[in-house]
Every structure is written in structure tokens, then in C-alpha cells.
């Protein structure tokens, strides 16, 4: 977002509209900020009222230029008030849903949804919406049946590629024997293909990545290797055509967790080589290229060349971020033959993890760390 969407031109004019901040939730000055507005997932984006310093709407996940454009036009709305009908009931649905009450919030974007007019036009986004809150609350059917039935009217917009991705992905986590999954995962594996099938300027270049990432999930989950491999070496060309078309360091970099994780897949991790060192090169002060490079040097067994990665790394990184470092490492000394240094890895990262301050601490990560030293030797 920060490299392809806020640079351009398109939203220079909302400058004076909106107080523009930006938060690092890795840096511990910012905890304040986090346990007041705790965020579940990356990036999200929030519209505030300074009035009542709550949350008037609120954005999880990348958007096109045009979907900043509207996700502002209906901040500033909620903000003002005043809304009637369908719009003061997505207004209440935005407000729980900013507030992360997802059961609450969903059913009130369901009602927004029943109520709407035919061509509203803050359809897509409220069902992108509600279909996360259905995540949230682990409602798997009615978020890929919302799926399927909206995608029909989404599917020549920049919603195309989430619904398409979300909704595939909870026909997935269905139980086998659900009468209906098969037919969900089909009608949505389908809509999905009709996504990646031609690149659309309007959706993100990630969302598109994280559809082919569902379409391999779907070939797994089918038991059909050729496939998920045809789908992941699709999804490779796909990035790294994007990658070459990025006009900074900092664009083409974007797109290196996404490719790293598809040559992992692949079993092609030295194909993570190259771009990783030359991300390390172009941008010196950021831990995640060296922190990606030790993953991939792991997997291809070079354990001191990983090692001194994840050495680069933990130099270099902070907050919540370098739990999952000092994880790696420890499974790099594991891997190495050296499990008294994989175990005291392991500590020093409970410790760490204890000792993030409210906001940032998760007592569910700490509970998981303590699980897998009590596993160690």
C-alpha cells in the first residue's frame, strides 16, 4: 500500500481532508495506541472520529487506489452522521465491526445487505466486510455461501479477487463430510480461476497472489500434486512479472514474502536467493529481507549461512516481529544438530515474548512458545 497505493496522485487532493498518521505496531511507543485499537490483522486501515476518539470505519487487508477512494468517502460520512435507511445501518455495522464485536457486526451487515437497493454502491465493500467477520466468529458456511452468492454481482470489481479468496478458503476448512462443501468449493474454486484468468488494473497485485494461494490449497486439499504445483508455478510467474514491473526497490519487495513462500512450497527455495539478497542490499535498515533469507537458506540446509542471517536480522528488528525470528532461528540450530542452542533460542524467546509491554504482548503466542519448549530436549 505504502509503495503502489498512498504515492499516487489520485489522493493528493483528500490532504486536507483527513489528519494522516501512521503506525509502526512493532515500535513499543505504540502499544498505547495498539491496546486501544488492537489490530487482527495486516495492513488495516482506520477512519477516526476525533470527537469520540473511536473508530468510524475500519479496513483490513491492501485496497486499490479506488477502494482507498471510497473506504474515505465513507469514513468522512460516519464521521459527519446523519445517515437514514440502509446507510445508518452500515454505519452501526462499520462502528461494531471497528470495535472487533464480529458476531454483532455481522449481523447487522446482513441486515444492510437484505435492505440495500440494487445498485448500492457500498455493496462490495460491506460484504468484504461481513465476510471477515464470518471468519472471525469461524462462521465457514456462512461466509462461503456469502461468497457464492455475491460474487456473481462482484465479479467485474476490485472485491473480486477477496470474495473469491475468502469465500474459497472457508468452503475449504469444511468439515469433509458437510453435504455442501463440495459444491461450495467448486462454485468457488471457479470464481477464483475466473480472477486470476486475466490481470485486473483495479485489484491488487497481493489479493490476486493470495487467490492463487487458495486455488493450491484447493489442489491439496483434492490430492492432486500436478495440479497445486501448476497453480503454485502460475502464482510464482505472477509475482515475479510484478516484481519487474516495480519501479523502486521498495515496490519489488513488496512481493518477496509472497514469492519466498511459493518457492518453499515449490520445494525451490534457492529461487529465493537472488531477490532476497538484492532486498537486503537496496534496503539496509529493514530486518525482513536477512529474516526471509534465513528461512530460505534453512530449507536448502546451509545452517551457518542461515544463522548469520537471522544474526543481520535480530540486529536490526523490534517489537512483535522478532518472536518470529528468534523461531526460525531456533529451528535452524535444531536442524543443525544443536538442540541445547535450539532450546535456550527458545527460552530467550519466551522471555521476549513475556516481556512486550500490553498491546503488543499476545498471551496466546506466549502459551504456544511455552508448548513447544516443553516439546524440546
Keep these: 500500500m505504502r509503495a503502489f497505493v498512498f504515492t499516487d496522485k489520485a489522493l493528493a487532493r483528500r490532504a486536507g481532508q483527513f489528519v494522516w498518521l501512521s503506525i509502526d505496531t512493532e515500535k513499543q511507543g505504540n502499544a498505547p495506541f495498539l491496546t486501544k485499537f488492537p489490530v487482527e490483522a495486516w495492513p488495516s486501515f482506520y477512519v477516526l472520529d476525533p470527537a469520540t476518539e473511536s473508530v468510524a470505519l475500519k479496513w483490513i487487508g491492501g485496497a486499490s487506489v479506488g477502494q482507498v477512494e471510497k473506504i474515505l468517502d465513507d469514513g468522512r460520512q460516519s464521521v459527519r452522521g446523519g445517515e437514514r435507511g440502509v446507510e445508518e445501518i452500515l ?14 457486526a455481522a449481523r447487522a451487515y446482513r441486515e444492510a445487505l437484505s435492505r ?10 460491506a460484504v468484504e466486510s461481513l465476510l471477515f467477520s464470518l471468519q472471525r466468529t469461524h462462521d465457514e458456511k456462512g461466509c462461503a455461501e456469502t461468497a457464492r452468492a455475491a460474487f456473481p454481482k462482484l465479479k467485474r470489481t476490485s472485491s473480486a479477487a477477496n470474495v473469491a479468496a475468502t469465500g474459497l478458503d472457508c468452503a475449504l ?8 462443501r463440495a459444491a461450495l468449493v467448486g462454485a468457488l474454486t471457479a470464481n477464483s480461476r475466473e480472477v486470476v484468468s486475466a490481470r485486473r488494473p483495479d485489484i491488487a497485485a497481493d489479493d490476486i497472489s493470495s487467490v492463487y494461494e487458495n486455488l493450491a490449497a484447493e489442489r491439496e486439499a483434492a490430492k492432486d500434486e500436478e495440479g497445486r504445483k501448476k497453480v503454485l508455478s502460475a502464482r510464482a510467474a505472477f509475482l515475479e512479472g510484478e516484481a519487474a514491473r516495480a519501479g523502486n ?60 542471517a537471522s544474526d543481520r536480522a535480530l540486529a536490526r528488528a523490534y517489537g512483535p516481529r522478532k518472536i518470529g525470528i528468534l523461531r526460525t532461528r531456533a529451528e535452524i540450530c535444531a536442524a543443525h544438530g544443536d538442540p541445547a542452542a535450539a532450546r535456550k533460542t527458545m527460552e530467550e524467546t519466551v522471555r521476549y515474548a513475556e516481556s512486550l509491554p500490553a498491546g503488543q504482548r499476545s498471551e496466546k503466542t506466549v502459551a504456544s512458545l511455552k508448548k513447544k519448549l516443553e516439546s524440546m530436549p
Excluded: Q
Design 91 to 104: 454505519a452501526r455495522a462499520d462502528k461494531l465491526y471497528g470495535e472487533g464485536k464480529h458476531a454483532d
Design 116 to 125: 440495500a437497493p440494487g445498485n448500492w454502491p457500498r455493496y462490495g465493500r
Design 173 to 180: 476448512n469444511l468439515k469433509p463430510e458437510d453435504p455442501e
Design 249 to 308: 526497490p521498495e515496490a519489488r519487495a513488496v512481493f518477496d514474502s509472497h514469492r519466498l513462500s511459493t518457492y518453499l512450497a515449490l520445494n525451490e527455495p534457492a529461487r529465493a536467493i537472488p531477490m532476497l539478497e538484492a532486498s537486503e542490499r537496496d534496503l539496509p535498515d529493514d530486518y525482513n529481507p536477512p529474516a526471509r533469507l534465513a528461512v530460505a537458506l534453512n530449507a536448502l540446509k546451509k545452517y551457518d549461512e542461515a544463522l548469520a
